[in-house]
């Protein structure tokens, strides 16, 4: 059995932020804001973590070690104030002569400690195999606190792009798709590698995120020299309950620089032919997905636009009530990857992925989030993301590849989505 106490209350925002930076400097942490910066959830170290296996169906591994963890709880707690955190890989084929290393094929963390934070209330939880001492949660928080301290900073960095050719291979995967009588769309990814002089600083990497994309959802994982960033601005579901919300995010053109010049691409977006096609086949599948698991769906008949800091998109929401027997490792299963981060048809998609993509995905474009013990979730899509091993660091920008597609284009709009990590390295560098 695992030893579980926990303490509710309402923390003042300073408080909140000590515990955040103290536990951005440990060895393990585990970090989660939703986009409307309402909910946190903040790990500090590890009492179990779990690397599902490249064989067997990595869903069902997490789940039936997540159902283990749960066994092992305490009956008499808030479940709904721990979880685990981290993400599955993109594909179940993986690769472990990557930087990836153990994490080829997804990881998860349950905390050592674990701090949830509401508008309503804050509940820190301690989880240990082994007996309590004396002290109280505040007081190992406090510890945790004033043995924090780094002096990390980033010197500087380089970056190469690992595919030079690739708007020339856009041009040829546009080629099959026109050929085909099968293929509607394919979500092909470029990488762009580098190197730091230096070492990323956790907490002003946090900062930074947060200040720099203030719409998108923020996650941080570190295991030791492995470390995960991403301010992505979508999400693959929401389960509350059994209320059930996604959204389809398809379709994408920048900022501008003014107020009119926003609005005027935000309006070019909505009217392009091709972006607006590329929409409606992912509002299409995601929607038939959910049918397949509830009877009560309901979404907007014509998209809204998303802005983030760099780019605008178009974007459905879709909410449903869920059927009994479909939990958190179900949904996930049935709703990756959609088509925003695959393509149509999903096998077919996948199989071109695996073959043309320079590097495998393994978080990138991923599930990636927290779930509950009590069932809850909030799983999103690893994009606007960076991995970073030691020194070295490794990003990832995909575009939807359509039968109008041009290669020129699709790299400029890949750029765009390279520019939220580009973005913080440059803001880290110019801190020293």
């Given at each position: 059995?695992?030893?579980?106490?926990?303490?509710?209350?309402?923390?003042?925002?300073?408080?909140?932020?000590?515990?955040?930076?103290?536990?951005?400097?440990?060895?393990?942490?585990?970090?989660?804001?939703?986009?409307?910066?309402?909910?946190?959830?903040?790990?500090?170290?590890?009492?179990?973590?779990?690397?599902?296996?490249?064989?067997?169906?990595?869903?069902?591994?997490?789940?039936?070690?997540?159902?283990?963890?749960?066994?092992?709880?305490?009956?008499?707690?808030?479940?709904?104030?721990?979880?685990?955190?981290?993400?599955?890989?993109?594909?179940?084929?993986?690769?472990?002569?990557?930087?990836?290393?153990?994490?080829?094929?997804?990881?998860?963390?349950?905390?050592?400690?674990?701090?949830?934070?509401?508008?309503?209330?804050?509940?820190?939880?301690?989880?240990?195999?082994?007996?309590?001492?004396?002290?109280?949660?505040?007081?190992?928080?406090?510890?945790?606190?004033?043995?924090?301290?780094?002096?990390?900073?980033?010197?500087?960095?380089?970056?190469?792009?690992?595919?030079?050719?690739?708007?020339?291979?856009?041009?040829?995967?546009?080629?099959?798709?026109?050929?085909?009588?099968?293929?509607?769309?394919?979500?092909?990814?470029?990488?762009?590698?580098?190197?730091?002089?230096?070492?990323?600083?956790?907490?002003?990497?946090?900062?930074?995120?947060?200040?720099?994309?203030?719409?998108?959802?923020?996650?941080?994982?570190?295991?030791?020299?492995?470390?995960?960033?991403?301010a992505t601005p979508e999400r693959l579901f929401l389960l509350d309950g059994k209320r059930f919300s996604t959204a389809a995010i398809a379709g994408t053109i920048g900022r501008g620089d003014s107020e009119q010049e926003d609005n005027t691409l935000a309006l070019k977006l909505y009217k392009d032919d091709k972006n607006r096609q590329e929409h409606q086949i992912v509002v299409n599948e995601i929607s038939s997905r959910v049918k397949g698991f509830s009877t009560d769906v309901d979404m907007n008949e014509t998209p809204m636009i998303l802005k983030n800091q760099t780019v605008q998109h178009l974007y459905t929401p879709i909410q449903a009530n869920v059927s009994d027997n479909a939990d958190a490792f179900v949904l996930v299963e049935k709703m990756h990857p959609t088509p925003a981060l695959g393509g149509m048809p999903s096998k077919e998609t996948m199989s071109i992925i695996r073959n043309l993509e320079s590097q495998p995905r393994v978080l990138f474009g991923a599930p990636i989030g927290y779930i509950t013990f009590e069932g809850n979730a909030e799983m999103i899509v690893g994009i606007r993301s960076m991995y970073v091993h030691f020194d070295q660091f490794l990003m990832f920008a995909g575009a939807g590849i359509m039968p109008d597609s041009v290669g020129e284009s699709e790299v400029k709009e890949t750029e765009l989505k390279f520019q939220p990590m580009i973005r913080l390295l440059q803001y880290l560098e110019e801190r020293k």
């Open positions: 059995m695992l030893n579980v106490r926990q303490v509710h209350g309402n923390w003042n925002s300073s408080r909140i932020q000590q515990i955040v930076d103290a536990a951005l400097e440990q060895e393990i942490f585990s970090y989660f804001e939703s986009s409307d910066r309402k909910t946190q959830w903040i790990g500090i170290g590890s009492t179990s973590r779990f690397y599902p296996e490249d064989t067997g169906n990595r869903f069902s591994s997490v789940e039936k070690w997540f159902d283990n963890v749960k066994s092992q709880l305490p009956t008499k707690i808030d479940r709904d104030a721990i979880a685990i955190l981290g993400g599955f890989s993109f594909d179940k084929n993986v690769n472990h002569n990557t930087p990836w290393k153990k994490w080829s094929a997804g990881v998860f963390v349950l905390p050592r400690i674990i701090v949830k934070v509401t508008s309503k209330e804050t509940t820190i939880s301690e989880i240990k195999k082994h007996k309590f001492s004396n002290d109280t949660i505040e007081d190992v928080l406090n510890k945790v606190i004033e043995m924090s301290h780094s002096s990390a900073e980033l010197k500087n960095f380089q970056t190469e792009d690992l595919d030079k050719d690739w708007n020339e291979q856009v041009d040829k995967l546009v080629d099959s798709i026109n050929e085909s009588k099968s293929l509607k769309k394919v979500v092909l990814g470029r990488f762009k590698q580098g190197e730091f002089d230096g070492n990323i600083n956790a907490v002003e990497t946090l900062k930074a995120l947060r200040a720099l994309n203030k719409t998108t959802y923020h996650f941080m994982l570190k295991i030791k020299e492995q470390l995960f960033i991403s």
